[in-house]
C-alpha cells in the first residue's frame, strides 16, 4: 500500500508564491510517474502538472511559466512551486502517484493524496 502526504498549501495574495510538497511512503518500488492535480469549487479536477521518470514534465497551459513540478527520487517527493499566483488557481490541490504493479506487467496503480487548499487573494 502507498500513502502520500501533501504539505505546502494556504492563503496567499496575488502574485505570491508557494511551493507544495507530496511524499510517497510505504510499499514503493520504481515509480512511473507523479502529479499535480487540482479541483476549484463547481469545477472538475484537472492535471496541472506532471514529472515522469526520466525527468519529463508536462503542464496545462495556464500555468506554464509560473509554476515548477520537481521530484527527489531518494525521498520519493514531488514538489510543486508556484510563483506568481493569481485568484484564479484557487483550488484544492491533489498529488497523484503512479507506480507498476507488482508482478504484472504493463498495469499500473494511481494512488492519491488527501489534498492541500490553496487560496489566493485578489
Known amino acids: 500500500q502507498v500513502q502520500l502526504v501533501e504539505s505546502g498549501g494556504g492563503l496567499v495574495q496575488a502574485g505570491g508564491s508557494l511551493r507544495l510538497s507530496c511524499a510517497a511512503s510505504g510499499t514503493i518500488g520504481t515509480i512511473n510517474a507523479m502529479a499535480w492535480y487540482r479541483q476549484a469549487p463547481g469545477k472538475q479536477r484537472e492535471l496541472v502538472a506532471a514529472i515522469f521518470s526520466g525527468g519529463l514534465t508536462n503542464y496545462v497551459d495556464s500555468v506554464k511559466g509560473r509554476f515548477t513540478i520537481s521530484m527527489d527520487n531518494a525521498k520519493n517527493t514531488v514538489y510543486l512551486q508556484m510563483n506568481s499566483l493569481k485568484p484564479d488557481d484557487t483550488a484544492v490541490y491533489y498529488c497523484?502517484?503512479?507506480?507498476?504493479?507488482?508482478?504484472?506487467?504493463?498495469?499500473?496503480?494511481?494512488?492519491w493524496g488527501q489534498g492541500t487548499q490553496v487560496t489566493v487573494s485578489s
Open positions: 497523484k502517484c503512479t507506480i507498476p504493479r507488482p508482478g504484472m506487467r504493463n498495469i499500473q496503480d494511481d494512488y
